[in-house]
């Protein structure tokens, strides 16, 4: 067998390679280091492309919903996370481990973590943060110097002569660590002081970092082995001075982050082989097509299906052939080998013989700052979709107790308009929005927050009487949507939808709300409700891929 190829950098770029697929990976690198935004002029600036250049790619990486197009400003959006996704899904740790990492996060009341060598650095794949006002801030696919982490120096154990010239050619390139986006730039830590970690990490089995990243944060590492005896993935608690000092956080936590480490090893080496699924032929690259014929020049294919290459990994394991790729993006073979070897090329996939890997480096494809993006800001900009199409004002809300809370909205410009704002509670039986939620709960949960909840009537037709209530929610667990005439407000009606998580509960809902005067009930369900489902779809899809290795907040 071959040995493992990875692109060093500043190598010559094959003949092969697809220029505008290294064209669009620029871009959307820029963005992430910009922590997702960027105007097109900052992005011509940025990577040097031609203002031409530029918003071809952008304008194709917008038809694929990799980013968003908003007057002169281009954002990344979630569905880019399915990149990343593809690697974490082939390296199967997260999906593996998650559990057990949020498990011990709220056991220990610390935040925890698990990363992966990138090179001689290291990247997050999995983090359980606590809620404090000093609190980590480190994302998903963050990159951190090896010689500034705990995690650094267990990589580090398994070093050869080749990786640590790797780590010194680095060291000498970027001295005050400035491509370390996600930290205060500092002096790298001397070389000797590294090598002595190092040494002392490969003697104890565990690593100490004290406050190397900044002043007052503390983290403890220990390595997760695969069975062959390397390490897979480094486990690691971080705290603070205010809350443990370096000796206290060593003795106090040592023993139980160790257990751990062993109950998750026998978690990856017992798991059943992955990559069973199947691809669909050619259902990758059909997308690209249609938007080609549809664009024409303006639409760069290439770019678009070489980063269909990277999606075709995941669930079908962490090593796939040129022919896999090929069948399961629907490319020809002179396509997908084109594109595996410009991703080699820029460091994004690793070969080894005939079997292609993807890398850490995928997730600096813009999922550090999208792992932090919110319900709220997923949906915003399709409810200003919905309320430029439907003329009137469109919500999102959730459940608070026995009450909806809005937390996005879209208003339109109407000398009558329904004037709320974000924060507003409403109980949530007189809402639309609130009956979608409560037809969804589990009949226990449902009847424990009926007891409790005070029907008030609070307009002319409010239903007051509990039966009748349960009636209603029946029938709007039955057909997917309620509707609710003059029941908060003389005057005001509303139509709201579910919009429901990977697991399908319903975690929030969006509604249309108008005077009554202005559509009749019928125009509601025939014209409004299917808009609101495809809205409401739209926001499941990119929430569904961000909540996938990541924790979707509300707000």
Same mark, same amino acid.
């Given at each position: 067998?071959s040995?493992t190829r990875t692109? %060093?950098?500043g190598?010559?770029?094959?003949a092969e390679?697809?220029a505008p697929?290294?064209r /669009?990976?620029a871009?959307?690198?820029r963005?992430t280091?910009a922590?997702?935004t960027?105007?097109?002029s ?6 040097? +492309?031609? &203002?031409?250049?530029v918003?071809?790619v952008?304008? $194709?990486?917008?038809?694929? /919903?990799y980013v968003?197009?908003?007057?002169k ?11 990343g996704n593809?690697y974490?899904s ?9 559990d057990?990492?949020?498990?011990l996060?709220?056991e220990?009341d ?7 060598p ?6 997050f794949? *999995?983090?359980?943060t606590?809620r404090?006002?000093m609190?980590l801030?480190f994302r998903?696919g963050d990159?951190l ?14 070093? #050869?002569p080749a990786e640590?010239q790797?780590?010194?050619?680095? &060291?000498?390139?970027?001295?005050? #660590? ?5 930290l205060?730039p ?5 070389? /000797?002081?590294f090598?002595e970690r190092?040494d002392?990490a490969?003697?104890?089995?565990c690593? +100490? ?19 062959? /005896?390397?390490i897979a993935?480094?486990l690691?608690v971080?705290s603070?001075t ?11 936590l ?10 998750m ?9 992955g990559?069973?699924?199947a691809?669909?032929p050619?259902?990758l690259? =059909? ?6 014929q549809? +664009?024409?020049r303006e639409?760069?294919?290439s770019?678009?299906?070489g980063l269909?290459v990277?999606?075709?990994f995941?669930?079908?394991g ?9 069948h399961? $993006? #629907?490319?020809s073979?002179a396509?997908?080998?084109r594109a595996?070897?410009t991703l080699?090329?820029l460091g ?5 013989g ?11 494809l813009?999922?550090?700052?999208l792992? &932090?993006?919110t319900? =709220?800001r ?5 409810l200003?979709?919905?309320a430029?199409?439907? %003329?009137d004002?469109?919500s999102l809300?959730v459940?608070?107790?026995d ?5 996005a909205?879209?208003? $339109? ?5 329904v004037?709320?704002t ?9 809402t639309?929005?609130?009956r979608?939620?409560?037809?969804d709960?589990p009949?226990?949960?449902l009847?424990?927050?009926?007891? *409790?909840?005070?029907l008030r009537?609070?307009a002319p ?5 509990r $039966? ?5 929610l029946?029938?709007?667990r039955?057909?997917g949507?309620a509707?609710?005439d003059?029941?908060l407000e003389?005057?005001?009606?509303s139509?709201a939808?579910p919009?429901?998580?990977r697991a399908g509960?319903?975690?929030a ?5 108008? *005077?009554?005067s202005s559509?009749t009930i019928?125009?509601c369900l025939e014209?409004?409700l ?11 899809s ?5 909540? &996938?290795?990541?924790r979707?907040?509300?707000?």
């Amino acid at each position: 067998m071959s040995p493992t190829r990875t692109a %060093q950098p500043g190598t010559q770029v094959p003949a092969e390679a697809v220029a505008p697929l290294m064209r /669009g990976i620029a871009v959307l690198r820029r963005l992430t280091d910009a922590d997702g935004t960027l105007s097109l002029s900052e992005l011509e600036r940025a990577t040097g +492309l031609a &203002r031409s250049t530029v918003d071809r790619v952008t304008l $194709t990486l917008a038809r694929t /919903g990799y980013v968003r197009v908003d007057g002169k400003a281009v954002t990344l959006a979630p569905r880019l996370m399915e990149l990343g996704n593809a690697y974490l899904s082939s390296i199967r740790i997260p999906g593996l481990l998650g559990d057990g990492v949020d498990a011990l996060a709220d056991e220990l009341d610390e935040s925890v973590s698990l990363a992966v060598p990138d090179r001689g650095d290291v990247r997050f794949v *999995h983090q359980a943060t606590r809620r404090r006002a000093m609190s980590l801030s480190f994302r998903i696919g963050d990159l951190l110097p090896a010689e500034r982490t705990a995690p650094g120096a267990l990589f580090a154990t398994g070093w #050869g002569p080749a990786e640590w010239q790797v780590w010194e050619e680095r &060291r000498l390139s970027d001295p005050e #660590g400035s491509g370390f986006p996600s930290l205060p730039p500092a002096p790298c830590p001397a070389d /000797g002081d590294f090598r002595e970690r190092v040494d002392v990490a490969r003697t104890e089995g565990c690593a +100490l970092d004290d406050q190397l990243i900044e002043p007052g944060l503390l983290a403890l590492a220990v390595p997760l082995r695969d069975p062959a /005896g390397g390490i897979a993935c480094v486990l690691s608690v971080v705290s603070h001075t205010s809350r443990h000092t370096a000796q206290d956080l060593r003795v106090s936590l040592l023993p139980r982050l160790r257990d751990a480490a062993s109950a998750m090893e026998r978690r990856l080496r017992d798991a059943p082989p992955g990559g069973a699924v199947a691809a669909a032929p050619g259902a990758l690259a =059909s997308s690209t097509a249609a938007s080609k014929q549809e +664009l024409g020049r303006e639409f760069v294919e290439s770019l678009a299906r070489g980063l269909t290459v990277i999606t075709a990994f995941g669930d079908r394991g962490a090593a796939l052939t040129l022919s896999a790729v090929a069948h399961a $993006t #629907g490319l020809s073979r002179a396509s997908a080998r084109r594109a595996l070897i410009t991703l080699e090329h820029l460091g994004y996939v690793t070969v080894d013989g005939r079997d292609h890997r993807l890398t850490p480096r995928v997730l600096a494809l813009g999922y550090p700052p999208l792992s &932090r993006t919110t319900l =709220s800001r997923i949906a915003e900009p399709h409810l200003a979709a919905l309320a430029g199409r439907i %003329q009137d004002s469109a919500s999102l809300a959730v459940l608070v107790d026995d009450a909806v809370q809005y937390v996005a909205r879209a208003a $339109t410009r109407r000398i009558m308009n329904v004037n709320i704002t974000v924060g507003t509670r409403f109980p949530a039986y007189a809402t639309s929005l609130g009956r979608v939620l409560l037809a969804d709960l589990p009949p226990a949960a449902l009847g424990s927050l009926l007891d *409790h909840a005070e029907l008030r009537p609070l307009a002319p037709h409010t239903l007051t009487r509990r $039966t009748e209530l349960e009636d209603v929610l029946r029938g709007v667990r039955a057909d997917g949507y309620a509707l609710v005439d003059e029941e908060l407000e003389a005057g005001l009606r509303s139509i709201a939808v579910p919009v429901r998580d990977r697991a399908g509960g319903a975690v929030a809902s969006i509604n249309i709300a108008m *005077h009554s005067s202005s559509r009749t009930i019928e125009e509601c369900l025939e014209r409004v409700l299917p808009q609101l489902r495809l809205t409401a779809g739209n926001i499941e899809s990119e929430l569904h891929t961000a909540a &996938r290795f990541s924790r979707v907040a509300v707000m």
